[in-house]
């Protein structure tokens, strides 16, 4: 391999020629290297990269489309949050688009408002991506929105549906029913629920299936109290139900707002599981560190992330293969916030 100085000291960064003449190639095999083009020797290859390595070089977004007609990138669609269950599901994301050897643009929306949406949907397609995952929930679906997730390969989360886009899902309400029958099991004679906000079809899902699993088993359905997804939320909610004597057991509809669930017994003297157990969902890393560790419904937010690059990486491959929707099931993981109903046998 020759020795160039490339960019280095020459006031400008180094290019595609400079790359081509440390690596001794031409400036097209350089090009197929950068594309990912098959037919290209694994030697030229290895020597190509070592001379990207070398001089530091970046090749130019808008020359790499131009030079194979693909930005070898997907757009997310994500909401503008801290929780730790939507930065996992990135990572999820990020990871597997990496592992195929593509990038990945985000637009977060600062709400789920049908124009914040529409915005980041169209920066996207400005940016020439190549498919779109949408995870955020989407519960009203206007023709714009239709318009741009058919013109490009579309995968959506959250339970969210539009006409072209493939969806990729956790059964929400089977994660409910877990939850619920659970508490039941031990002996409870009713389970109250802390939803989350209406407007998430999740939320929804779960509040669906804690009735409905109270219903067929002929129990007392309380009246849901709704929560934000936050921990302040749950703490306000935990200091209500700490105050109402025949509350013994609680589904809330995520693990961040279980844990100011919790510390609202705690200030109020309720012990946790002995006089009110407590389920979560989501089962994210702190949920086993609580004092006590939290039962909860687990969701493989990682794993859904990868799940939906795959679908879309296979849409972007084969615009003509056929939909295929995809359903994670969600796993209980029984810790110590949960026990049996005081009076129950074991």
């Known amino acids: 391999m020759q020795t160039v100085n490339g960019g280095e ?38 020597k190509v990269l070592a001379a ?40 999820g994301i990020e990871s597997a688009a990496r592992a195929a050897g593509y990038a990945v643009s985000t637009a977060s929306t600062a709400s789920l408002d049908t124009s ?32 741009l997730t058919g013109s490009l390969p579309s995968v959506t989360i959250d339970g969210s549906r539009t006409e072209a886009s493939e969806v990729v899902a956790v059964d929400q309400s089977q994660a409910a029913r877990l939850a619920t029958r659970h508490l039941l099991d031990l002996g409870h004679e009713t389970i109250w629920h802390i939803a989350g906000p209406g407007e998430w079809l999740d939320a929804a899902s779960r509040l669906r299936g804690w009735r409905e699993t109270l219903e067929a088993e002929g129990r007392t359905v309380p009246p849901a109290l709704k929560g934000d ?41 309720r012990r946790v599981p002995e006089e009110i157990s407590v389920v979560g969902v989501d089962d994210i890393a702190l949920a086993e560190y609580c004092s006590p560790s939290l039962t909860t419904v687990a969701q493989p937010f990682a794993e859904m992330g990868a799940l ?17 929707p995809a359903s994670v099931e969600p796993k209980l993981i029984v810790r110590t916030s949960t026990t049996y109903a005081r009076g129950t046998t074991p």
Do not use: C, K
């Open 229 to 269: 997804w936050s921990p302040s939320s749950g703490y306000r909610n935990g200091l209500i139900l700490g105050r109402i004597p025949e509350v013994t057991a609680v589904f809330v509809a995520s693990d961040e707002m279980a844990f100011g669930v919790i510390r609202a017994l705690h200030e109020l003297g």
């Open 308 to 324: 939906a690059v795959g679908h879309l990486l296979r849409q972007i491959d084969d615009p003509e293969a056929a939909r295929e």
């Open 52 to 91: 990207v390595d070398q001089l530091g070089y970046r090749m130019n977004s808008a020359a790499q489309i131009l030079s194979s007609g693909r930005s070898r990138t997907i757009g997310v669609v994500t909401l503008q949050t801290t929780f730790y269950s939507r930065l996992t599901l990135t990572f």
């Open 116 to 147: 914040a949406v529409e915005g980041a949907l169209s920066r996207l397609a400005d940016q020439r991506v190549e498919g779109i995952i949408l995870a955020i929930p989407l519960i009203h679906v206007s023709p714009r929105i239709e318009q």
């Open 9 to 46: 000291g020459t006031g400008r960064p180094p290019g595609m020629a400079d790359v081509a003449r440390l690596a001794g190639v031409s400036a097209q095999t350089v090009s197929r290297v950068l594309s990912g083009h098959p037919n290209v020797r694994e030697r030229t290859r290895a």
